[in-house]
């Protein structure tokens, strides 16, 4: 049926572009393949174990959310990239959410939560939630900074889904959670593809006229090192699912995409995707080693050897293919990224000093970094916006302290022993408390049944834990050197996720880390029923039945409940949403007033003051309404306000913005300049005095920003006047 939907979707946008209401072939190619990834998405929701209403909902938002976030953009926003992810993120959270209310209210079923990754995940979210409160700016931490929306919204919404992946899905389930997340890829790559073409060859196949500088594919993540980190993270489950499939057709299918993804990483320039994809490579060699002896896996390989080298043939000899000379990716010095990475990390671990127990807050590095930062990177990249310290351990190192690297540290080492107990685990063969056990690693593939029920071969299992593990050290190694975004969190957590599928498939949480196990609760080797409610107790089943005599009323609150949250979480983010939509179509008609028409620049307030409204709290919008409050003081013929009013509505704009983000130089010394010219046309002392304190603060903030230094020179030579 899936397929019928594609087919016909397919024709209809052909037609579409035959119409004229498609201007680009490419695009129409982009959307059939996004087209794609969701009806696949849609028919492996339905192919899961367990068929109960509220279990299929959230495996089918899941898998759609694994298929669509990476490709989800809207171009006519300024945050091109984060918002519409955090959109479906965060309601897809809510959705999953309400179908464990549902559950647990309708059926008394509570989530599979004992998987051996819950204490560590539940932790790093706890004490996102501490460190949200003791932040130096707590809504910017709830909600995260303007740009990149890392706060405790997104945490809770990923620690959500992950948890929601772990309880969805059976251990059968894992090759339908890898498969959705390879052919989630597959519009990426398309999109990379089209824009290799007009780097490497020349040409116009890009649909969106891009605004960004760079030589490299980023396709659908706005940056080259994004791109290639997402692809280093999924590039292992393309190469296990390769080794697993059963056909020749399914192996060289996946083998072409796990060689078109290797040759965009390579083609993306990131070095620390390439260390990332070589360290997975030797995982993954290590891992598989007993498969690497058959003579079906030695053609695979020798066709991967063959690949590898006609890649470096290809970089030698086509300088255009990586965007540039091959002597400048290695360059360390002056002002290169790898000199721009160390001072970034310098500036995280002096932050860390001053904030050691809770640092400043998620997503707080971008407000503080000024402070920290040294003389010499100030003076390489002047006026470049740092918006995290590009290392996953250091970003929360400064933002949540010497507790939150630990935790996170945590996090990483239990998933990580979770793949290698899977890996050596002996498991019992007719089910838990059997004396008879199967060692995962050393004896021969079980027949399908086996192992507990689970159908699963011992292979296969280490198969999986090798995969999962080094898609999980790639996702480490990459953003150890690069900053996170809304895209790439999801997919390392929906990795996190499946190891959690892995862990209550093999084993017990009790078998994994000693946790305690609740009397009665029998879990298999599926971890429990995907459908049934565990077997209780005596005294649980009377709870139970004293539960269903309420069950109507119950279901009925927990229904309102999840759909209030779901209409406010929807109702907030689609707030913000149309603000950045507004706030991008401003700039446009700002930068045309500029040059063309100073007239315009009244329709580009209008625009900015409906963001502002939509979203009050962006003190971003506030200093574009006093930059075009200053622009018509400048330019008095093209409004119809005085000279002095719109001096006034530009220092009254630039207050409430240094009120909400006291800590950023940009409003404080914007307002101090206002101030400061207000002083000179009405001779107040008192505004220059206050201008003074703004402009100290401006220069405290960045002491590096020679604009704040400037202003206090004119200044003094007032007061002295």
Partial sequence: MSARVWLVGSLLLMLVRAAGFISSIPLTVFLVSVLGAICWASMAAGRGHGSRPTLVVRRTTILLLIVSIPVLIDPHTSEVFNIPRLFFVCIGAVVVAATWVVDWAWTGRRPRWLNGLQWACLSVLAWTAVTTATSILPRVSLSGAYGSYEGLELMAALVTLAFGLADSFALEDLPLVMQSVVVGAGPVLVYALIQMHDYVLGGHWDFIGWRQSYHNAFATFGNPNHLAGYLATILPLAVVLAVQAGDRTRRATLALTSLVTAVVILQTACRGAWLATLVAAVVLAVGLWPRMRQPSFRVLAGAGLGA??????????????????????????????????????????????????????????????????????????????????????????????????????????????????????????????????????????????????????????????????????????????????????????????????????????????????????????????????????????????????????????????????????????????????????????????????????????????????????????????????????????????????????????????????????????????????????????????????????????????????????????????
Avoid at 452 to 466: C, E, H
Avoid at 485 to 503: E, N, R, S, Y
Avoid at 580 to 608: F, K, Y
Avoid at 654 to 683: C, F, I, M
């Fill in 308 to 721: 590898a080298v006609s890649i470096v043939l290809l970089v030698l000899g086509a300088q255009r293919f990586i965007g540039g000379k091959l002597s400048s990716l290695f360059a360390a010095g002056g002002n290169s990224s790898v000199e721009q990475r160390f001072g970034y990390w310098q500036a995280a671990l002096r932050v860390a000093e001053h904030h050691p127990l809770v640092g400043t807050g998620p997503d707080t590095y971008s407000v503080i970094y000024a402070r920290y930062q040294s003389a010499h990177l100030a003076a390489s990249i002047k006026g470049y916006y740092v918006n995290g310290p590009h290392n996953l351990f250091l970003d929360f190192l400064s933002n949540q302290g010497f507790p939150g690297f630990v935790i996170l540290v945590f996090l990483f080492a239990t998933a990580f022993w979770a793949c290698w107990a899977a890996f050596r685990l002996r498991r019992p063969r007719s089910g838990p408390g059997a004396e008879e056990v199967v060692d995962l690693g050393r004896a021969p593939s079980a027949p399908a049944g086996e192992g507990g029920g689970s159908g699963v071969t011992n292979a296969a299992g280490r198969q999986w834990a090798v995969a999962l593990g080094a898609s999980l050290m790639a996702f480490i190694v990459q953003f150890c050197f690069d900053a996170s975004q809304v895209g790439t969190l999801f997919v390392g957590w929906m990795v996190l996720g499946a190891i959690g599928v892995l862990a209550a498939g093999t084993f017990s949480g009790a078998d994994l880390l000693r946790f305690p196990r609740r009397p009665g609760f029998a879990y298999g080797s599926l971890g429990g029923s995907l459908d049934g409610v565990p077997e209780m107790t005596a005294a649980r089943g009377r709870r139970r039945r004293r539960r269903q005599r309420v069950i109507p009323s119950g279901a009925v609150l927990a229904a309102v409940l999840g759909l209030a949250a779901v209409l406010l979480g929807a109702w907030r983010l689609d707030m913000l949403w149309r603000a950045d939509h507004d706030m991008w179509a401003s700039t446009h008609i700002a930068e045309a007033a500029s040059v063309a028409a100073p007239a315009r620049g009244l329709q580009a307030t209008v625009l900015v003051q409906k963001a502002h409204s939509l979203n009050p709290w962006e003190p971003s919008y506030l200093l574009a309404l006093a930059g075009l409050a200053v622009a018509a003081y400048e330019h008095p013929s093209s409004t119809s306000i005085s000279k002095s009013e719109a001096l006034s509505l530009a220092a009254g704009f630039d207050r409430q913005a240094v009120a909400l983000d006291p800590y950023n130089t940009t409003p404080q010394t914007d307002y101090g300049s206002v101030l400061l010219t207000e002083a000179a046309l009405t001779k107040n002392l008192g505004l220059l005095l206050r201008a003074e304190v703004h402009l100290k603060a401006a220069l405290r903030d960045d002491p590096y920003y020679g604009a704040p230094a400037g202003y206090l020179r004119k200044l003094r030579a007032m007061y002295h006047g």
